[in-house]
């Protein structure tokens, strides 16, 4: 009769490969979204850099601005905008899905969900371009 | 070395009847320990494929007296009346206690439950979710049943023996998949719950789970299998995966039939065709008549051949795309996904698949068996309250009714009993896990194959056990059956892995249905006569005088079967002739 | 159409090997022949120790849940012509123990979901004998979609965060408490929201998903998540402006 140790149970756990986002395009958006916080990160310290600045006197913040004009800041500060609206736009895709919103029974549609995010944003951009355009 | 626990109660499936008697065990007495033991995960049991519905008075003008009518009628007056009565009465009850646990039951627009008509009932009784009743009923159930801590889940483990002692049920030996480990598990007593046992025919709607394990574990221990000749076949399922074409492809207009392309049950009786489906006629004629005009058809070689044998054809094209889709959703994914014809542009090939066991383990009105100790509920069981023809729809109330009577009882049952003389009990054990390793897990030299047993097995059942039977047809089955058996004995095994080994579950299940295979037959040769559907052609009326009464199959010392009969039990619905509903 | 095609199936047996491999079978190629037909054909006609599970063969059981050329899916619904000429890859589900071939150890999932009491809790329960509880049929809507669940965990095998991280309570088991959250019969809310709320439960969701996507009855977990974390979220609101307000 066979001992009690042929009995143990032994599973195999694969191992995850450290590059198991790059075989789908699904868990790659999933990176780079999650990666897009670096850049909001960015643009948050920008943003302290120039009230700083602003702070310290014009001289300075002309040579903020000056600096922000190097190339390297300039592609950093394109690649964030990206990243930015990359992460807007998948969050406002999420909408629907947390929300289940009914209105008599019936399930509202997706669109009805994300299109009032989408047309705030687009109000707030209108006002901000306003106010920095108008001058 | 062998592993050992022990509980009060035991269920061997984990189904909709053993997790309905597992939580009805529970109710009664939160303090006895119980068992569910299946050879697979409770939510994959083959109620989940349960599409119609459960019938249940509830409309007010519908009466228990008139489901009971239905019941015993559409059985042919095989089924005992008491049985029926109290399983009308506590139908509605049970299907109302599972709607407390969450069942997602179809509602009226009032928020009451909603019932629809069924085939065979003459009025609207049957609850249903959606067209997915038996998978809503089974995981409400199953996800229940989690919140009792003193059901202990066996999950895939494979019961290959009952252990008796002094004439008493007290455990089973079971197969850990996962590991291989053979385990005793001793218990006050023991309820089947395995369902059917469709597989031991080529042609089945029934999952490959349904190996009739539970019928041959209690035929094998002494317990009597019953009205086993009685074999419900559905006239449309498709003839590669057994998937049932409901009724309602029919009812909209869908038209059967033959090679030629012709209406052929205009020629056996059902009405003349007309562009319109009529009710009880033509394609909408009882089932058991369908299924018959198929095997007419074949015999006069007008069925198609195809790759899996003989069918005629289910024409849907003439309804359209539109229709189709609306009425017909669900059909066209079947067909679609899971056999990748499709309705729209294609003739769907179908013919008469084994749907449903009228049989099986003979018990009284508590899922008692003859053998103490012993329970069944469920297809496995034979209360009856099928007869020789079961109405669709009875069969979920069925198991929930008798499941948590069978239940109730085996716990009373229980509570009563002293504990299992262990010593006595791990002997039988250890013989069953010697008999294991040299039939199948350290023999060499065998040549048979399962699967060409298998093959072998079901052709013979078909041929002999079918639609229509004949003396010596089942003769030769009935011996060809035997030649199965023996040849059983030098069946190979490939894989000799402890974990997870498939094809010992497979050898072992071949083994179970062999045994079922030759109750079936032994009882469909003894009974020569004509009821519901079990049809001699060369028997072919019925026969109150002599068959009123339901067949008991016993195994003999030889281990062949032999019959004995019991009378059925009448007490208002004297036997009349049968009426088909629709 | 060639009449034979290739299928490289995934072999492991803990008792002899030390970890998975491939074997190849070539299997004929029939219009209606699914991959899990294509196993059967192996199991029964050429090597009868080739383990699976499979049941019902008709998508509602569950059982036969693979990765099919990486791709979680049932293989009963799965036609082998799909992938012509072939090979087809045929592995056991992602991100769990492989217990033997293609059969992977699910006990994980089964005790997750015992933990977010998939059951449905009343403060009080109404006796049998009062009838149903009322549920108007746009009730029943909001939940039915959660309620089709067939736990056959093509979800867990999709999901990065339950490959990373398994504690995660994953996608099938918080679809299953938001089925009974949104069921107008239930009152357990808050008793699974403090059972979901905890670090392991809805937050370890980084919305990949991927799991809404593979799923073969159109459940949606993902979005069941999101929900629950919506209202986690605003539990967490109510009990930080009201610490007062009992729930």
């Excluded at chain 2, 009448?570 to 009349?576: A, S």
Aim: aromatic share 10%.
């Amino acid at each position: 009769m066979a001992g009690p140790t042929e009995y143990l149970p032994k599973t195999f756990r694969p191992r995850v490969s450290t590059y198991w986002w790059l075989g789908r395009w699904s868990y790659l958006k999933f990176i780079l979204r999650e990666l897009s916080s670096i850049f909001i990160a960015w643009f948050v310290i920008l943003t302290l850099l120039q009230i700083s600045a602003l702070k310290r006197g014009p001289a300075d913040y002309v040579q903020l601005q000056e600096w922000l004009r190097r190339p390297i800041l300039v592609a950093l500060n394109a690649l964030s905008l990206f990243f930015v609206v990359f992460h807007t736009v998948t969050w406002f895709n999420l909408a629907p899905k947390a929300m289940s919103i009914r209105v008599r029974g019936k399930p509202v549609s997706n669109l009805l969900i994300t299109a009032p995010n989408y047309l705030a944003w687009l109000a707030i951009s209108a006002a901000v371009a306003w106010l920095l355009l108008r001058g | 070395m062998l592993d050992v626990s022990s509980h009060d109660v035991l269920l061997v499936g984990g189904g909709g009847a053993g997790l309905r008697a597992a939580i009805a065990i529970s109710e009664a007495d939160a303090g006895l320990s119980v068992a569910i033991v299946s050879k697979v995960y409770p939510m994959r049991s083959h109620t989940v494929s349960a599409e119609g519905g459960a019938a249940g008075v509830i409309h007010p003008d519908d009466s228990l007296e008139e489901h009971i009518y239905d019941t015993i009628s559409g059985g042919d007056w095989l089924c005992d009346q008491d049985a029926v009565e109290t399983f009308v009465k506590e139908a509605p009850e049970e299907l109302l206690r599972l709607e407390h646990w969450g069942c997602p039951w179809s509602r009226q627009e009032d928020g009451h439950i909603a019932v629809r008509p069924f085939g065979g009932m003459k009025k609207t009784r049957t609850w249903f979710a959606a067209d997915k009743t038996g998978f809503h009923l089974l995981h409400t159930l199953f996800q229940t049943s989690l919140k009792f801590s003193a059901i202990t889940r066996y999950d895939e483990y494979f019961v290959t023996r009952l252990l008796i002692n002094d004439g008493c049920v007290q455990g089973v030996v079971a197969i850990e998949l996962a590991t291989g480990r053979i385990q005793a598990i001793i218990a006050k007593a023991v309820i089947l719950c395995t369902g059917g046992c469709g597989r031991v025919f080529r042609f089945t709607t029934n999952a490959s789970i349904k190996t009739g394990d539970g019928m041959a574990l209690a035929y094998r221990a002494g317990a009597p299998l019953k009205d086993m000749e009685f074999v419900q076949y559905h006239p449309t399922g498709l003839p590669f995966t057994g998937i049932l074409i409901t009724e309602a492809a029919r009812a909209e207009g869908g038209y059967l039939l033959n090679k030629e392309g012709y209406r052929y049950l205009q020629d056996y009786n059902l009405g003349t065709p007309q562009p319109k489906p009529v009710l009880r006629s033509m394609e909408l004629g009882p089932r058991d008549r369908l299924s018959q005009a198929f095997v007419k058809e074949q015999e006069q070689g007008r069925t198609s051949e195809g790759l899996y044998g003989p069918v005629v054809y289910l024409d849907l094209r003439h309804l359209g795309e539109k229709v189709i889709n609306a009425r017909l959703p669900f059909v066209r994914e079947l067909c679609l996904k899971y056999e990748n014809i499709d309705p729209v542009k294609e003739l769907i090939p179908v013919r008469p698949v084994v749907h449903y066991m009228m049989g099986g383990v003979h018990t009284d009105l508590n899922g008692a068996t003859p053998l103490k100790g012993l329970y069944a509920a469920g297809e496995v069981a034979c209360v009856s309250i099928n007869g020789a023809n079961r109405l669709g729809s009875n069969s979920l109330p069925e198991l929930l009714v008798f499941g948590a009577r069978a239940g109730r009882a085996a716990a009373a049952f229980a509570a009563g009993q002293q504990a299992p003389n262990r010593r006595q009990i791990l002997a039988q054990a250890l013989d069953e896990e010697t008999r294991l390793h040299d039939q199948f897990l350290q023999k060499s030299g065998g040549r048979e194959r399962i699967s060409t047993l298998r093959d072998e097995m079901q052709t013979t059942m078909e041929k002999g056990a079918g639609i229509y039977r004949r003396g010596d047809l089942l003769t030769h089955t009935a011996g060809k059956l035997i030649e199965l058996q023996e040849r059983l004995g030098s069946v190979t095994l490939y894989d000799r892995s402890h974990v997870f080994n498939t094809e010992l579950v497979s050898a072992l299940e071949l083994s179970f249905m062999l045994d079922v295979a030759e109750c079936i037959t032994h009882a469909a040769l003894q009974r020569t006569e004509s009821r519901g559907a079990h049809q001699r052609t060369d028997f072919p009326a019925r026969n109150d005088e002599r068959f009123l009464a339901h067949s008991l199959v016993y195994r003999q010392t030889d281990g062949r079967p032999r019959t004995e009969y019991l009378p059925v039990t009448i007490t208002r619905w004297p036997p009349g002739e049968r009426v088909y509903g629709r | 159409m060639a009449d034979r095609i290739t299928l490289k199936v995934t072999r492991y047996d803990p008792g002899r090997d030390h970890e998975p491999g491939f074997q190849t079978y070539e299997v004929p190629l029939r219009k209606d022949w699914v991959v899990l037909d294509a196993l059967n054909y192996v199991k029964d006609k050429v090597d009868g120790s080739l383990s699976f599970r499979w049941s019902c063969r008709m998508g509602i059981c569950g059982s036969c849940g693979m990765m099919v050329n990486g791709e979680p899916k049932l293989t009963c619904a799965t036609f082998v012509s799909e992938y012509m000429p072939g090979p087809v890859s045929v592995e056991p589900l992602k991100h769990f123990p492989i217990l033997r071939d293609l059969i992977v150890d699910i006990s994980d999932f089964l005790e997750k979901l015992t933990k977010v009491k998939p059951w449905l809790i009343r403060e009080e329960e109404r006796r049998v004998v009062d009838g149903e509880y009322l549920q108007t049929p746009e009730q029943a809507d909001t939940f039915r979609q959660f309620s089709m669940c067939i736990n056959c965990l093509l979800c867990y095998a999709a999901c990065p965060v339950y490959g990373l991280d398994p504690l995660f309570t994953g996608p099938a088991a918080i679809a299953l408490a938001q089925r009974y959250n949104t069921d107008s019969r239930d009152q357990g809310t808050n008793e699974r929201l403090d059972i979901l709320s905890q670090h392991d439960g809805i937050w370890g969701c980084t919305f990949v998903g991927d799991c809404t996507r593979v799923c073969p009855k159109h459940v949606d977990p993902a979005g069941a998540i999101q929900q629950y974390k919506l209202t986690a979220a605003k539990e967490w609101i109510k009990s930080l402006l009201m610490p007062w307000g009992g729930r």
